[in-house]
């Protein structure tokens, strides 16, 4: 009778595992060069040759080449014969037109508008301050404000993944009773017209800086809800429109300090009715060493906006009390965001 022999299983080398978070910064470079010379728009369509793919570019045919070897040794393409490419289930994700196209964070994560800041991670570690200003002179946000070209990759970043995120809390939350819902600082307005389009007697506002809310009329006429919403603009540390039964914000106070997503909380006290309800839509950050996102973002707020950060639920709880709010619940997504309801007393 023959002797069962025990599976043998192969268990990764912790060191292997280390050098390759190492070299980290040479794939997310990569992907945000490809997408800049909008490789994979151009493979969209079926396998190229480097050569037509190089001229159609404008770019070095040898260095395209390296870079597309590269990118096919992680995954996001293949290679055949003559030099030929094709984009793999992974590297649609990088189309432009994906739905669910993570082409914008790609390209953002590349940029020098963070790329150097990041650089400089040491200063925001030894100061707490953020990097960003240590670097260009001036807040992010005031940058943004006078670079459109950097704007825009920014914006084309927070629209790459709004979608995913956008579709996961419209899911996970229970509209009932929420006649209009204001999106504050709701960027192109991603996620107020996937959250009308599941309500349809439900109306919307959205409330954000001209500049930026110039795309959002088009992202509400694609979603047949013109009629539904209307776009407000102002200062949402001073006053915010009131009449919403509840308000929304994803990605937004985890941009601030404490004291400035206090008064931005304040802001929104005011103009909900004693029903009302707020609505934070980012990571809650569990303790202990247990992996998630939002411990990584954390520093991505440390590195570039004005001492934002990520928070758990305990921060949230203080943050949202010193509001006049109490944490009524916290609801995971499918997502890595959860969403913080918040409620008057």
């Known amino acids: 009778m023959a002797r069962h022999r025990r599976k043998q299983t192969t268990r990764a080398n912790p060191g292997t595992d280390l050098f390759q978070m190492v070299i980290g910064k040479w794939i997310s470079q990569a992907l945000a060069t490809a997408v800049k ?55 649609q994700f990088l189309r432009s037109n994906h739905p669910e196209s993570l082409a914008g964070i790609a390209r953002f994560i590349g940029h020098d508008s963070t790329w150097r800041p990041w650089g400089e991670l040491d200063f925001s570690v030894k100061t707490g301050l953020p990097a960003f200003d240590h670097v260009f002179g ?4 005031e940058y943004y404000s006078k670079n459109s070209d950097a704007a825009a990759i920014f914006d084309g970043a927070m629209t790459s993944i709004s979608m995913t995120e956008a579709r996961a809390a419209a899911a996970a939350y229970d509209f ?36 930026v809310a110039v795309g959002a009329a088009a992202t509400f006429t694609r979603a047949g809800i013109t009629g539904r919403v209307r776009i407000e603009s102002g200062d949402f540390f001073k006053e915010l429109p009131s009449g919403a039964d509840a308000i929304i914000m994803k990605h937004i106070i985890h941009d601030w300090d404490d004291d400035s997503a206090r008064r931005i909380l304040q802001a929104c ?27 990584l973002l954390d520093l991505e707020m440390l590195v570039l906006t004005p ?38 007393p």
Do not use: W
Request: net charge positive.
């Open 37 to 91: 010379f909008e490789i994979p728009d151009q493979l969209s369509k079926g396998p190229r040759r480097c050569s037509d793919l190089a001229r159609e570019a404008g770019v070095s045919e040898e260095g395209l080449y390296r870079l597309l070897r590269a990118l096919a040794s992680v995954g996001v393409c293949a290679e055949s014969a003559d030099r030929r490419f094709k984009l793999t289930r992974m590297g």
């Open 269 to 295: 006290h005011r103009a909900l009715g004693e029903s009302g309800k707020v609505l934070i839509v980012d990571p809650v950050v569990p303790t202990g060493n247990t992996p998630h996102y939002g411990k």
């Open 138 to 141: 001036t807040s992010i946000f």
């Open 176 to 211: 009932k009773g929420v006649g209009m819902l204001m999106d504050v600082a709701g960027g192109h307005g991603q996620l107020l017209a996937t959250v009308l389009g599941r309500h349809k007697k439900m109306r919307g506002v959205l409330f954000e800086l001209p500049h």
């Open 307 to 344: 001492r934002g950060r990520e928070r758990t639920k305990n921060q949230f709880a203080e943050l949202l009390r010193g509001a006049g709010f109490r944490i009524s619940r916290i609801i995971a997504t499918k997502g890595p965001l959860s969403i913080v309801e918040g409620s008057k």
